[in-house]
């Protein structure tokens, strides 16, 4: 069985970076490199719907949203098993629950998400 | 992007209710539709992938359908577990877009 656990600070003041980790365990130690799979960052304001940030592959590709105006970097650590997301430049609009989850490349499904982290902007 | 729509955004049902969730592309993604269901404080979880693939582990109660830019959920007979809010998902191309979610309550 895998899973995500995201990790990172809850507060982050305005015009800061947003750092969070996505730590996976569980499943076959390939499989994270397995390039039959994705991992993504997906945030939810409070109240409110889904939205896709980005994804990397495991070898280092990525896609991101355009709608945060280049304000993502993703990173990915296969020896760790850890991906990671920055947001710069960040402001109270960005303050969300944000998920990680592993993608099939086939169907796109997301078939695994860490439990959630809440991240807060304020000064 | 491609949008997302849903219809309704809500709805009350009873259990044992056929619930009927629609949803819209704004231009065709053949069958890369996803459907997911999420409680709240919950992360979402994938129930059926490809328009109409139940995802392992699912009930037989939730199937989809549609290709193109009209696809449908539908429990066939609502549970007390089932309240919950339902999203679709196109994964056609980048960035992925979700719908902006069908909340199902009791009635």
């Known amino acids: 069985q895998v899973q995500l656990q995201e990790s990172g600070p809850g507060l982050v003041k305005p015009s800061q970076t947003l750092s969070l980790t996505c730590t996976v365990s569980?499943?076959?130690?390939?499989?994270?490199?397995?390039?039959?799979?994705?991992w993504s960052w997906i945030r939810q304001p409070a109240g409110k719907g889904l939205e896709w940030i980005g994804r990397?592959?495991?070898?280092?590709?990525?896609n991101y949203n355009p709608s945060l105006n280049g304000r993502v970097i993703m990173s990915i650590d296969t020896s760790k098993r850890q991906f990671s997301l920055r947001l710069y430049s960040v402001t109270a609009a960005d303050t969300a629950v944000y998920y990680c989850?592993?993608?099939?490349?086939?169907?796109?499904?997301?078939?695994?998400w860490g439990q959630g982290t809440l991240v807060t902007v304020s000064s | 992007d491609i949008q997302m729509t849903q219809s309704p955004s809500s709805l009350s049902a009873s259990v044992g209710d056929r619930v009927t969730i629609t949803c819209r592309a704004s231009?065709?993604?053949?069958?890369?539709l996803i459907w997911y269901q999420q409680k709240p404080g919950r992360a979402p979880k994938v129930l059926i992938y490809a328009a109409s693939t139940l995802q392992i582990g699912v009930p037989s109660r939730f199937s989809g359908s549609g290709s193109g830019t009209d696809f449908t959920l539908t429990i066939s007979s609502l549970q007390p577990e089932d309240f919950a809010t339902y999203y679709c998902q196109q994964t056609y191309n980048t960035p992925r877009t979700f719908g902006p979610g069908t909340k199902v309550d009791f009635k």
């Open positions: 989850a592993r993608g099939n490349y086939g169907s796109g499904k997301a078939d695994y």
């Open positions: 231009q065709a993604i053949s069958n890369f």
């Open positions: 990397i592959f495991p070898s280092g590709d990525t």
């Open positions: 569980g499943g076959s130690l390939s499989s994270f490199s397995d390039a039959s799979y994705y």
